[in-house]
């Protein structure tokens, strides 16, 4: 089985059936359901899923998606994003917003769904995501706006 489409689909059934904490352990459970990939393509899948980590009560952490995460957070979208965001520096109308590895998409996503008037877009790295706050706003206020959602 090579199918893009069903190996996505059999990744985050795995990811909400159980815990799964690494990439290793993901790629073994994707071979024992007839799935062979290698390192760089399960990499470019999870971050294509956006899928985080996110800490379990325990401790450790487990792979989860966006969705899944943001009707157990109460507030929503913003508790999300503020639970992501680990800095916030503001820089005429960008900002640079930090977060932990892996988790910039996840967190630009999020940031999307908001959908603040005052920001025109982002673009995600591996822990640093770029916000463009629309020229007429004032991007100091929008980083405050989101430092706000951090607690």
Do not use: C
């Not at 999307?112 to 706050?133: E, F, H, K, M, S």
């Amino acid at each position: 089985m090579n199918n893009k489409k069903e190996r996505h689909s059999a990744i985050l059934k795995l990811v909400s059936e159980r815990p799964i904490r690494t990439q290793v352990q993901l790629r073994s459970r994707l071979s024992r359901r007839g799935f062979s990939v290698n390192q760089a393509t399960l990499s470019r899948d999870v971050r294509h899923l956006g899928l985080v980590k996110v800490a379990e009560s325990g401790g450790g952490a487990r792979y989860a998606t966006v969705e899944a995460l943001t009707p157990a957070v109460s507030g929503g979208a913003e508790s999300l994003v503020g639970s992501l965001v680990r800095s916030v520096e503001a820089s005429r109308n960008l900002l640079v917003v930090k977060t932990d590895p892996g988790n910039a998409s996840p967190l630009g996503l999020a940031i999307d769904r908001l959908r603040w008037p005052q920001i025109a877009g982002t673009v995600a790295g591996d822990d640093t995501l770029l916000v463009v706050v629309r020229e007429d706003a004032a991007a100091k206020k929008v980083a405050r706006k989101l430092n706000s959602l951090r607690g």
